[in-house]
């Protein structure tokens, strides 16, 4: 092999391997640019952290969604960035097909909600109160469409990996009560996750990959399909939440 031919080569592998060393590196500034560039900076008043903060997770922007949270809820939501905003996405495309073509039914709609690791259907209330560079404000849980409000999927349960059908992000016993405080000129929504919590995470991120690529497979066959009735849609979902329970 000639010289050149042997510089070249190495060329190619020292590229190779900068390309892997700064591969995260790269991708996070292009990560802050675009969220920057989308309007989410810091917060300069409660209210805008708590706004910036629900969008966000509309979005399903989790990292974003972290950096209007104190340090431990941050945490969490970054280690979940990648893995909630992919399972989050397919929620919302089985979701979305299913109210365009009129197939809903209430048991479909209550379990992927509960899958859902942080879902959308929340607003905020009021205005936050602040004292000095502490304030509290409120989110609250608007209705997610069900015919029947008292549905009951507990039945369900045996069939279903329930550890993940508990909306992982979603800090439910503080939802009512939000605090926040100001680090430096930014308002963060000061959220303690319990331990339970922690645990929640743990397991989703070791486990949503079987999730993912399941509703993956669901997502195309729903797109080739055509159902004569909403009750079938259904049983479709519930079949293709059942087969991510580890056997």
């Given at each position: 092999?000639?010289v050149s031919s042997l510089v070249a080569?190495?060329?190619?592998?020292?590229?190779?391997?900068?390309?892997?060393?700064?591969?995260?590196?790269?991708?996070?500034?292009?990560?802050?640019?675009?969220?920057?560039?989308?309007?989410?900076?810091?917060?300069?008043?409660?209210?805008?952290?708590?706004?910036?903060?629900?969008?966000?997770?509309?979005?399903?922007?989790?990292?974003?969604?972290?950096?209007?949270?104190?340090?431990?809820?941050?945490?969490?939501?970054?280690?979940?960035?990648?893995?909630?905003?992919?399972?989050?996405?397919?929620?919302?495309?089985?979701?979305?097909?299913?109210?365009?073509?009129?197939?809903?039914?209430?048991?479909?709609?209550?379990?992927?909600?509960?899958?859902?690791?942080?879902?959308?259907?929340?607003?905020?209330?009021?205005?936050?109160?602040?004292?000095?560079?502490r304030a509290v404000g409120a989110f609250?849980?608007?209705?997610?469409?069900?015919?029947?409000?008292?549905?009951?999927?507990?039945?369900?349960?045996?069939?279903?990996?329930?550890?993940?059908?508990?909306?992982?992000?979603?800090?439910?016993?503080?939802?009512?009560?939000?605090?926040?405080?100001?680090?430096?000129?930014?308002?963060?929504?000061?959220?303690?996750?319990?331990?339970?919590?922690?645990?929640?995470?743990?397991?989703?991120?070791?486990?949503?990959?079987?999730?993912?690529?399941?509703?993956?497979?669901?997502?195309?066959?729903?797109?080739?399909?055509?159902?004569?009735?909403?009750?079938?849609?259904?049983?479709?979902?519930?079949?293709?939440?059942?087969?991510?329970?580890?056997?």
């Open positions: 092999m000639r080569l190495g060329c190619l592998v020292v590229l190779a391997i900068l390309a892997v060393v700064f591969r995260g590196f790269v991708f996070d500034r292009i990560d802050a640019y675009s969220q920057w560039s989308s309007g989410f900076t810091a917060a300069k008043t409660p209210a805008e952290a708590m706004e910036k903060f629900r969008e966000a997770i509309r979005q399903r922007r989790y990292k974003w969604a972290a950096s209007y949270c104190t340090k431990d809820y941050a945490d969490l939501l970054m280690k979940c960035n990648e893995s909630a905003a992919r399972v989050g996405t397919e929620i919302d495309l089985i979701d979305t097909y299913m109210k365009n073509k009129g197939l809903q039914k209430d048991r479909a709609i209550v379990l992927l909600h509960n899958l859902d690791p942080f879902p959308m259907n929340f607003k905020v209330v009021g205005a936050p109160k602040v004292t000095g560079d609250a849980w608007e209705p997610i469409g069900l015919s029947n409000p008292n549905v009951d999927v507990n039945g369900d349960a045996k069939y279903l990996e329930v550890a993940m059908f508990q909306n992982v992000l979603a800090p439910r016993a503080q939802m009512g009560t939000i605090d926040l405080v100001k680090e430096g000129d930014a308002w963060k929504l000061n959220i303690v996750p319990s331990q339970a919590m922690f645990q929640s995470v743990a397991h989703f991120n070791d486990r949503w990959r079987t999730y993912y690529s399941t509703m993956g497979e669901f997502i195309t066959y729903m797109n080739n399909g055509r159902y004569d009735s909403p009750q079938a849609f259904e049983t479709e979902v519930l079949d293709t939440l059942k087969k991510c329970k580890p056997s």
